[in-house]
């Protein structure tokens, strides 16, 4: 995948359902010493790192919908600006995000987040019925592969 490619293949893989659907479709995309990095989250390294630091947005978010609204690509390196809405307590919540990637050899190498989690955190403050999903998302997220294996 060029850099050019990547801004329509990342809606793509946005407008499907989280977290497993997502994820399987990102999985082959990201390199594996890949670091992602955003606010909120410790960075993370590695594909199973990135995995977990996913599934913990989507246990906060889990109707979390992303809307490109600009892209630009110089060299290796595109940058995706995106509005993200969500549910957080008993309303919703909006903010922007702009994502630089840093591509090679069709692979993502690194992931950048930029976004101001100031007024997010304080929507959740301001409802207590989000207080517990708050604190639940500082938390691991078990796979749902990882799930069904300890049912069986």
Request: hydrophobic share 45%; with cysteine.
């Amino acid at each position: 995948m060029t850099p050019e490619e990547f801004p329509a293949a990342f809606a793509a893989g946005w407008a499907l359902p989280k977290p497993d659907a997502f994820l399987d479709y990102f999985r082959p995309l990201i390199a594996p010493d890949a670091t992602f990095t955003q606010p909120m989250f410790p960075a993370a390294h590695g594909v199973t790192a990135i995995e977990s630091m996913f599934r913990r947005l989507f246990a906060l978010f889990p109707d979390m919908a992303l809307t490109v609204v600009r892209t630009a690509v110089e060299a290796d390196t595109p940058y995706i600006e995106s509005l993200c809405t969500a549910s957080l307590g008993r309303g919703p919540v909006e903010f922007p995000v702009c994502d630089r990637f840093t591509l090679a050899d069709g692979a993502i190498r690194a992931r950048h987040s930029f976004a101001d989690p100031l007024p997010l955190l304080l929507t959740g403050l301001r409802r207590p019925s989000a207080w517990p999903r708050l604190l639940r998302s500082r938390l691991p997220v078990p796979s749902t592969k990882d799930a069904r294996a300890g049912e069986a």
